[in-house]
Every structure is written in structure tokens, then in C-alpha cells.
């Protein structure tokens, strides 16, 4: 198993790419904190995990509050006996609007963004040095390559996570940690209903959500959007001793949208 005998935290985790994520780790034998805002989803999980003959200790935290982005890391340590790795996966659209933005909204996202990826990984380093090494995952995005103009403050937030990804790489490869990021295209969770039909979203009032998605995957090379199982290999790999000598790297997986 390429996870045997590591312990790990998956934030945002109670759906979706997470808990995509959290199900594969521990099928490959690591043991993983389940972290979600949302008590029900996270006992979901926790027991999908367990019944499979998994370990998995479920947290629930609200990590715009930086005692609980904190607490996620200790929690699962203290549980497992130490930590191996961590993916920081939460995120938010955030505000379409540039022109009359919802600063709410733009603090919103530049918290669960960026600001949550920063304070999760101040208490991680510590606890990776002390196993002489281990992995950090961002979730970042095809908008954190190219530029968006359907979402200029995502793309905002989500450069900012690759930029701060390249330089922990740096900072933290004599420390044996290697800190890479993945960027997902358009995956077919119930974010990327939210996604293509924000509130300040101009031209989407009158269109049924099901249409904008399959706008969006026409513009996809393969021609559909992904599946979150898809995203949960690719961090698998990043995570695992198959990556060993990779870091610094910001991983597309988006059927070719940014190929061209």
C-alpha cells in the first residue's frame, strides 16, 4: 500500500475531491484526520472509512478561526501518534464581481484560501520535522496558472497559493518535506454548480446550471469534466514515495484546458 503507516489530515473533507481523497489515502493505509465544517458529512466519511476497514478520526472545524486550523493538525497527531502529511484541500469561489465587489465575499475567500493554507501549515511543519520529513498538498487551481476572467479574485488567491507553495519547496526541502500543489479544472462536484452560477455572476441569471457546466466542459479538450476520484489519484501520487523527488511542482489536472 503507498500509504502504509502514514498519518495524514485532509481538510474539506466531508465532499467532493476531499473526501475522494480521505477514502483512497486510507484504502492505501494511512491513517487520516477527516476535517469539515460539517459534523454529519465528517461522521459520514469517518464511517465509510472504518467500515472499510480504515483508520480515521473525524474533526470538525471551522478553519477561518485559527485556533481550529491549529487544532486539526495537533488533534490528528495526538490521535495517530504523529503526522505525515497534510492535504490542505478547502477553498472558495469567492465573488465573480471585480467592478462593485462583495468585500464579505472577498474576505470569505481570501480566508478559506489562502490565510487557512498558511496558518495549517505553520502548525504542520513542526510536526513533519519531527518525523524526520514528510509531504504538504495545496489545492490550488487552473485558475492559479492561467488568468480568469470569470473569477479575477480567485485567480488572485489561488496564484497566491502556488506562489506560496514554490517558496516553502524551497524553504523546507533541507527539512525532507516536499510541498507541491494541484490544480483542478472544471470536477464534477457540487462546488462547480456553485462555481459557474455565483450571484454576481453577469450572463448566468437565465441559464439552468446544468447548461453553464457543459459550457464549461465544451471548452475542455477531453470534453468532460473531471471526477473527484481523478483528483484523488493525483494527490495519492504527490503524497506518496512515488513523488520523492518531486516538489515545487504545480500539477494541472484538468483534461488539457491549460495545454494550449
Request: proline share 5%; hydrophobic share 45%.
Amino acid at each position: 500500500m503507498r500509504l502504509d503507516g502514514r498519518i495524514g489530515v485532509v481538510t474539506a473533507a466531508g465532499s467532493g475531491m476531499g473526501r475522494a481523497g480521505a477514502l483512497r489515502f486510507a484504502r492505501e493505509g494511512a491513517s487520516v484526520g477527516v476535517v469539515d465544517v460539517n459534523a454529519e458529512a465528517v461522521e459520514r466519511v469517518v464511517t465509510e472509512i472504518v467500515e472499510a476497514g480504515g483508520r480515521a478520526t473525524g474533526i470538525v472545524a471551522d478553519l477561518r478561526q485559527d485556533d481550529d486550523a491549529r487544532r486539526i493538525i495537533d488533534e490528528t497527531a495526538d490521535v495517530f501518534g504523529g503526522l505525515d502529511f497534510v492535504w490542505n484541500h478547502v477553498g472558495h469561489p469567492g465573488p465573480a464581481a471585480v467592478e462593485g465587489v462583495d468585500w464579505a465575499a472577498y474576505e470569505l475567500a481570501m480566508d478559506l484560501n489562502v490565510r487557512t493554507v498558511i496558518v495549517t501549515t505553520e502548525a504542520a511543519i513542526p510536526r513533519l520535522r519531527e518525523r524526520g520529513g514528510g509531504a504538504l498538498l495545496f489545492t490550488a487551481s487552473v485558475s492559479g496558472l492561467i488568468g480568469s476572467r470569470m473569477s479575477p479574485i480567485y485567480s488572485a488567491a489561488k496564484f497566491g497559493v502556488n506562489g506560496f507553495m514554490k517558496a516553502l519547496a524551497l524553504r523546507l526541502a533541507p527539512d525532507n518535506i516536499r510541498v507541491n500543489s494541484i490544480c483542478p479544472g472544471p470536477i464534477d462536484t457540487p462546488m462547480l454548480r456553485v462555481f459557474v452560477k455565483r450571484p454576481d455572476q453577469k450572463g448566468t441569471e437565465d441559464v439552468d446550471v446544468e447548461d453553464l457546466i457543459y459550457q464549461r466542459q465544451s471548452r475542455v479538450p477531453m470534453g468532460r469534466p473531471g471526477k473527484p476520484e481523478e483528483i484523488a489519484n493525483a494527490a495519492l501520487f504527490l503524497l506518496s514515495d512515488e513523488a520523492s523527488f518531486v516538489t515545487g511542482v504545480a500539477l494541472p489536472v484538468d483534461g488539457g484546458a491549460t495545454a494550449g
